[in-house]
């Protein structure tokens, strides 16, 4: 076998950490909850979050979200998580990190 190809047994586990701890905090969900604030800087386009319950382990410590309104679907986020604010509807919520990916809105039982 080509000693390029070769991985030696110690060196597996080491690398298998590695690629695993990449992605540790990656697409977490926050269910069933609802939009408790939503805030902004005059200057930036960036929106914080607030839920009321809830937190994922790479928040744990600030359990504020937050998104960026130029980015892909951002628009969309504003609009979704303030129609959400207003009516009091539960949400889903999938974040990395402390960033939100994506926003259900659910259905009120």
């Not at 950490?17 to 990656?26: E, H, K, Q, T």
């Not at 609802?34 to 930036?44: E, I, N, P, S």
């Not at 914080?48 to 359990?63: K, Q, Y």
């Amino acid at each position: 076998m080509n000693r390029f190809f070769r991985i030696n047994k110690l060196k597996l586990p080491v690398i298998f950490m590695l690629v695993a701890s990449l992605n540790l905090w990656a697409n977490e969900t926050v269910r069933g909850t609802t939009v408790v604030q939503l805030g902004a800087y005059q200057d930036h386009t960036t929106h914080f979050v607030w839920l009321a319950s809830g937190v994922v382990s790479a928040c744990s410590t600030n359990p504020t979200y937050h998104f960026d309104e130029n980015q892909p679907g951002g628009k969309s986020l504003v609009s979704i998580l303030t129609a959400a604010l207003i009516a009091k509807t539960p949400v889903d919520v999938r974040v990395n990190g402390c960033r939100i990916e994506e926003v259900y809105l659910k259905a009120n039982p």
